[in-house]
C-alpha cells in the first residue's frame, strides 16, 4: 500500500472531519515550505544561532574503555537550547505557524521538555501559547511546568483519564477542533495525523544529518549501530532517517518496559502492542481486549505514551530497525553510570538508549562504531531518580 | 432501500443519544424503550471508549462510567440484539474506530447486523480512511453514517453526497460534543453547501441541549441529534432508574414537541 500519508501500511488520517481542511492546508503549505530557500534559510539560522546546532558528536571514551568492546560516540541533543531534542521541531513548527498566519499554537506535553520548546519559540516570535499537560506529569515535572510558565505560555492541567501524555494529546486534539481557524497545533513526536509524522521527522533529521558528517569527519566512514530511545519516537527517526537506505548500518530503538514486559506496567508499544488506531494514525498500540486504549507506565514521562509513529512500526515489520526495550532499573542505572564516567546527566528518557549500549557494546567488536543519541539532558529527572539511587542502583 | 425512510416521512426526526453501559446496560435497554415511547425517530447509542477525540466532559464521563462498569462492545451488541422485535425504531451505533478494528471490521458488520443495527457512525473514521469497512457494512446491510463539518470544503461534500447513506450527519458547530459556544453562526450557508451534494436527509448535532436550539436546528435539515443533555440526565440520576426514564422521557417529549413541523 503506498497510499498518500502512509508508511507500509501505517499511519493515515483518522480524524472527524473537522479538521480536514487544517490538515490539508498544513500539508499544502508545507510541501511548498519545504522546497522554499527563504524558509529553510530562515530555520537554519535559528537552529544555529538560537538552538546552538550543530550538536557535538562526542567520543564517549570512558564509557567505551569501561564496557570493553565497541567505540562509542554519543549525539549531543542534551546540548540544544532548552535541553532536548524538541526544540528542533518546535522551531520549525513556529515558523510554519507563522507562514500560516496562525497567532496561536497549542501543544501536549509529557515530561514538559516539548510544552518548554514550544513555550520558548512561542515568545522568541510573539506568538501566544496554550500546553496541555496532564495533571500526573504536571506533578512529576513541576519544574518544567515553571519554566513553561516563566516563558509567558499558558500550561492547562488534563484531568481526564491516565492524567497524563495520552490524554493531553486528546485534550489538545479536541482544543484543535473548536480553534482550528486561528490555531496551529504542534504536535511534539512523529505521531499524530498525516502530514504530522513526516514534517516531525523532516526537521528532526537534522540529528542524523549532521551524525553522518561528523562520523565520517572523525573515523572516516559510517557507523555500525545507530541506538537511540522510543516513546512517539522523533528523536530515534531524527538520527535513523538519513541512514535508512545504508544497508550495513544497524539500527535499534529502545523502548521503555518500565517494571518488566510481564508485569504489564510498561510503555514497550512496539515490543508489546497490537496494530490500531490513535490520535489519528494507524500504528502499534497498547490496547485491551476490547480495543482499549492502555495506560503506559515508565520512569520516563517522556516514554510514557501507549502509541508510537506510525514509521517506526513500518520499519519493525519490515525488519530494518530492531527494537528492544529496557526497565526502569536499567536506564537508572545507565543515568548514573553516565554522569559518573563522562560528566553528562543524560534525560530519563535517553537513558534507555545508554542502557542498551551498556548492554550491547561488550558484545561488539572493537573498533565496531556505535552512535548513542542523547536526547536530552537530566537535570528535570534528579528527583525521580533519587529514591533509585539511595537504594544504591548501579550498571 | 433507506433503513431509515421511515423515521424522516413523520416529519422532523428527533435523534436522542446515550452512552451504551452508562450506568450500565441493562439500564441503558431500559432508555431505549423509554426513549422510543417518547417519539424518538432514531436512537444513537454511543459505544465507549478510552480516548474519545471528538466529544466533551459530559459524552467523557459517561464513557468512562460505562467502561467502569465493564462495558465492552460485544455487550453493547448483545443487548442491541435483545431489542429486536422488541422496538422499532431503527439503532444506530456510534463509537470510535479501533474497538470496531479490533473486533474485527467483518465480524463486527456482521455481527451488529445481525444485532437488527441499523446504522453505524464512527467520527474518526472519514470515508477516504474507511473504503473497506463502510464497504464492509454495505454488503452486511449496514448503514455507514457520514458525517460533515461546518469548515467542510467542497470536494469532500461532493464525495460525501456520492457515498452516503441513510442520513449524513451535520455537525452543528466548530467544536466537540456538548459543547457551549452555540451552534455555527452562519448555519444557513453551510447546510445549503450541504444540501447542494448531499440528497440523503441531514441531521444537525453537537451542542443542540434544549427544546429551543432543537427547534432553531429542525427548522434547517431532517433531524436533530441531542447527546450530552440526556447523558447529563444519566449523570444526575442514574442511581435512580424509575425517576431516570421519567426525566428522559419528559425531556425527550418535550424535545419531540419542540421540533414537530
Redesign the interface.
Known amino acids: 500500500m503506498s497510499k498518500k500519508g502512509y508508511y507500509a501500511g501505517f499511519g493515515?488520517?483518522?480524524?472527524?472531519?473537522?479538521l480536514?481542511?487544517a490538515l490539508?492546508e498544513l500539508e499544502t503549505a508545507y510541501e511548498k515550505l519545504r522546497c522554499d530557500s527563504s524558509f529553510q534559510e530562515e530555520l537554519k539560522g535559528l537552529l544555529t544561532k538560537y538552538s546552538g546546532r550543530p550538536t557535538p558528536l562526542y567520543f564517549a571514551g570512558r564509557l567505551t574503555g569501561h564496557l570493553g568492546g565497541a567505540k562509542i560516540y554519543l549525539k549531543r541533543e542534551d546540548l540544544n537550547h532548552t535541553g532536548a531534542h524538541k526544540i528542533n521541531n518546535a522551531l520549525g513548527q513556529a515558523l510554519i505557524a507563522i507562514r500560516l498566519g496562525k497567532k496561536r499554537i497549542i501543544a501536549e506535553t509529557g515530561a514538559g521538555q516539548h510544552g518548554v520548546a514550544c513555550a520558548t519559540a512561542a515568545a522568541r516570535f510573539g506568538l501566544e501559547c496554550r500546553v496541555f499537560m496532564g495533571e500526573e506529569d504536571m506533578r512529576r515535572q513541576a519544574l518544567n511546568v515553571d519554566r513553561m510558565l516563566l516563558l509567558g505560555a499558558e500550561v492547562v492541567p488534563v484531568s481526564?483519564?491516565s492524567r497524563t501524555l495520552?490524554?493531553a494529546t486528546?485534550e489538545a486534539?479536541?482544543h484543535w477542533?473548536?480553534?482550528?481557524?486561528d490555531t496551529h497545533y504542534i504536535i511534539g513526536s512523529v505521531v499524530g495525523p498525516h502530514p504530522y509524522p513526516a514534517i516531525v521527522r523532516d526537521f528532526q533529521r537534522v540529528i542524523g544529518d549532521e551524525t553522518r558528517e561528523q562520523i565520517i569527519e572523525a573515523e572516516g566512514r559510517l557507523p555500525d549501530l545507530l541506538m537511540a530511545c522510543v516513546g512517539g519516537g522523533s528523536n530515534a527517526i531524527g538520527l535513523f532517517h538519513p541512514f535508512v537506505d545504508d544497508a550495513a548500518v544497524r539500527m535499534m530503538g529502545v523502548e521503555a518496559a518500565g517494571k518488566g514486559i510481564d508485569t504489564g506496567q510498561h510503555a514497550a508499544t512496539l515490543s508489546a502492542g497490537?496494530v490500531?488506531?490513535?490520535?489519528?494514525s494507524r500504528s502499534y498500540?497498547l490496547?485491551d481486549?476490547?480495543?482499549?486504549?492502555i495506560e503506559a507506565y515508565s520512569i520516563s514521562a517522556g516514554l510514557d505514551y501507549p502509541g508510537v509513529g506510525p514509521e517506526h512500526s513500518a520499519l519493525m515489520e519490515s525488519g530494518r530497525v530492531e527494537y528492544t526495550s529496557v526497565t526502569d532499573r536499567e536506564a537508572v542505572a545507565a543515568f548514573s553510570l553516565l554522569s559518573r564516567l563522562e560528566g553528562i546527566i543524560p534525560a530519563l528518557e535517553s537513558s534507555h538508549a545508554v542502557a542498551q549500549v551498556i548492554k550491547t557494546a561488550p558484545t561488539l567488536p572493537r573498533g565496531t562504531l556505535v552512535v548513542v543519541n542523547l536526547s536530552g539532558r537530566g537535570d528535570k529527572d534528579i528527583n525521580s531518580v533519587r529514591p533509585w539511587l539511595l537504594e544504591g542502583v548501579e550498571a | 432501500m433507506n433503513r431509515f425512510g421511515k423515521a424522516f416521512e413523520k416529519g422532523r426526526a428527533l435523534l436522542p443519544f446515550v452512552t451504551a453501559g452508562d450506568p450500565d446496560l441493562e439500564t441503558t435497554r431500559s432508555l431505549v424503550l423509554a426513549l422510543e415511547e417518547a417519539g424518538a425517530d432514531i436512537i444513537e447509542l454511543g459505544v465507549p471508549f478510552s480516548d474519545p477525540q471528538a466529544d466533551g466532559p459530559v459524552i467523557q464521563a459517561a464513557g468512562q462510567r460505562a467502561l467502569e462498569a465493564g462495558t465492552t462492545l460485544s455487550g453493547v451488541l448483545e443487548m442491541v440484539r435483545s431489542l429486536r422485535g422488541v422496538v422499532s425504531t431503527p439503532l444506530v451505533l456510534m463509537g470510535y474506530y479501533n474497538p470496531i478494528l479490533n473486533y474485527g471490521e467483518d465480524r463486527f458488520a456482521r455481527d451488529a447486523a445481525e444485532a437488527g443495527v441499523a446504522g453505524v457512525i464512527v467520527p474518526d473514521l472519514p470515508f477516504d480512511e474507511g473504503e473497506d469497512f463502510y464497504g464492509v457494512l454495505e454488503r452486511e446491510g449496514v448503514d455507514g453514517i457520514l458525517m460533515v463539518a461546518p469548515n467542510s470544503e467542497e470536494k469532500r461534500l461532493i464525495e460525501t453526497g456520492r457515498r452516503a447513506k441513510g442520513f449524513v450527519y451535520c455537525v452543528s458547530l466548530m467544536g466537540i460534543t456538548g459543547q457551549e459556544s452555540g451552534l455555527y453562526d452562519r448555519m444557513g450557508d453551510y447546510i445549503d453547501r450541504v444540501k447542494k451534494h448531499v440528497t440523503v436527509p441531514l441531521v444537525l448535532g453537537f451542542g443542540i441541549d434544549s427544546p429551543e436550539r432543537a427547534a432553531k436546528a429542525a427548522a434547517l435539515v431532517d433531524g436533530v441529534v441531542v447527546g450530552s443533555a440526556i447523558v447529563r440526565l444519566v449523570e444526575r440520576f442514574g442511581h435512580d432508574r424509575k425517576r431516570l426514564l421519567n426525566e428522559v422521557k419528559s425531556f425527550a417529549a418535550r424535545l419531540k414537541g419542540a421540533i414537530k413541523p
Open positions: 493515515g488520517r483518522f480524524v472527524p472531519e473537522t480536514f481542511p490539508e481526564s483519564g495520552k490524554d486528546n486534539i479536541r477542533v473548536a480553534h482550528v481557524e497490537r490500531g488506531v490513535l490520535h489519528g498500540l490496547q481486549d476490547d480495543g482499549q486504549i
